[in-house]
């Protein structure tokens, strides 16, 4: 994963830049890739088996909850 951390801050989540599953940890200024947990399959709240990141909320959130 390409994600440069220079200029970021260190206390906040940033959304991975291809999977939305996924979101970006700056730490020292090193990238960390985070998976959101798996969630129960359902077409519309979780269609892949996991959550998806937030970036507004900044957390992992069901797809339809997802801005």
Same mark, same amino acid.
């Given at each position: 994963?390409?994600?440069?951390?220079?200029?970021?801050?260190?206390?906040?989540?940033?959304?991975?830049?291809?999977?939305?599953?996924?979101y970006?940890?700056?730490? =020292?200024?090193?990238? &960390?890739?985070?998976?959101?947990? !798996? %969630?129960?399959? $359902?077409?519309?709240?979780?269609?892949? =088996?996991?959550?998806? &990141?937030?970036?507004?909320?900044? !957390? %992992?959130?069901f $797809?339809?909850?997802?801005e």
């Amino acid at each position: 994963m390409a994600f440069d951390c220079t200029g970021l801050r260190e206390d906040q989540n940033y959304p991975h830049p291809t999977d939305p599953h996924k979101y970006v940890q700056c730490r =020292g200024g090193t990238a &960390f890739e985070v998976q959101c947990p !798996k %969630c129960n399959f $359902d077409a519309v709240s979780c269609p892949d =088996g996991f959550l998806s &990141f937030d970036q507004i909320t900044n !957390k %992992c959130l069901f $797809d339809n909850e997802v801005e």
